[in-house]
T-cell receptor, first 110, second 114 residues
Framework: GQNIDQPTEMTATEGAIVQINCTYQ??????LFWYQQHAGEAPTFLSYNVLDGLEEKGRFSSFLSRSKGYSYLLLKELQMKDSASYLCAVPNNAGNMLTFGGGTRLMVKP | KAGVTQTPRYLIKTRGQQVTLSCSPI?????VSWYQQTPGQGLQFLFEYFSETQRNKGNFPGRFSGRQFSNSRSEMNVSTLELGDSALYLC?????????????FGPGTRLTVT
């Protein structure tokens, strides 16, 4: 089976940096996704990590440690529009199903 | 390239009724997955179709069913609706190449059961 945990809510200030953690337990590992979801909208792809280390993509970076079953999403220079839910997810071995964490609702305050 | 489209966007039904939701994947994508999203349970996998065949099914009762057509469009049906079926139903398509697990989500159908 697969189990994913992430904090329920986080609050940060505009212009600051925030790190959203995700821990997972899977029977097989085929990478980890991060999605952003604004209220009432569809999840949109942010990143996909399959190897250990940090991958940077503009203001967003994602880190993976397979040995620790741990990932984080790092958001820099926070903007008000970054207020959203952030979901980590892992695919099954066949790649035809994503198991999602409960999502972390990030509130960015002025 | 057009994204994943879902119809209708909003729906209100009464307990006991049935509902059919539609999803058109990104052109060229042959895999379509359905997810249910509720505040209490989060995003949960319903089923996945590839080339008109159901390849995987989540832990949902038999009232939830789906199908995929030859043009990759998919429908899901929920019979005998219950209040707990009120949710956002998301469809996702994927190219399903051997190394690409990425799924692209549609805007969802918001179903309210009264």
């Amino acid at each position: 089976g697969q189990n994913i945990d992430q904090p329920t809510e986080m609050t940060a200030t505009e212009g600051a940096i925030v790190q959203i953690n995700c821990t997972y337990q899977t029977s097989g590992f085929n990478g980890l996704f991060w999605y952003q979801q604004h209220a009432g909208e569809a999840p949109t792809f942010l990143s996909y990590n399959v190897l250990d280390g940090l991958e940077e993509k503009g203001r967003f970076s994602s880190f993976l440690s397979r040995s620790k079953g741990y990932s984080y999403l790092l958001l820099k220079e926070l903007q008000m529009k970054d207020s959203a839910s952030y979901l980590c997810a892992v695919p099954n071995n066949a790649g035809n199903m994503l198991t999602f964490g409960g999502g972390t609702r990030l509130m960015v305050k002025p | 390239k057009a994204g994943v489209t879902q119809t209708p966007r909003y729906l209100i039904k009464t307990r006991g009724q049935q509902v059919t939701l539609s999803c058109s994947p990104i052109s060229g994508h042959r895999s379509v997955s359905w997810y249910q999203q509720t505040p209490g349970q989060g995003l949960q996998f319903l089923f996945e179709y590839f080339s008109e065949t159901q390849r995987n099914k989540g832990n949902f009762p038999g009232r939830f069913s789906g199908r995929q057509f030859s043009n990759s469009r998919s429908e899901m049906n929920v019979s005998t609706l219950e209040l707990g079926d009120s949710a956002l139903y998301l469809c996702a398509s994927s190219p399903r190449t051997s190394v690409n697990y990425e799924q692209y989500f549609g805007p969802g159908t918001r179903l309210t059961v009264t």
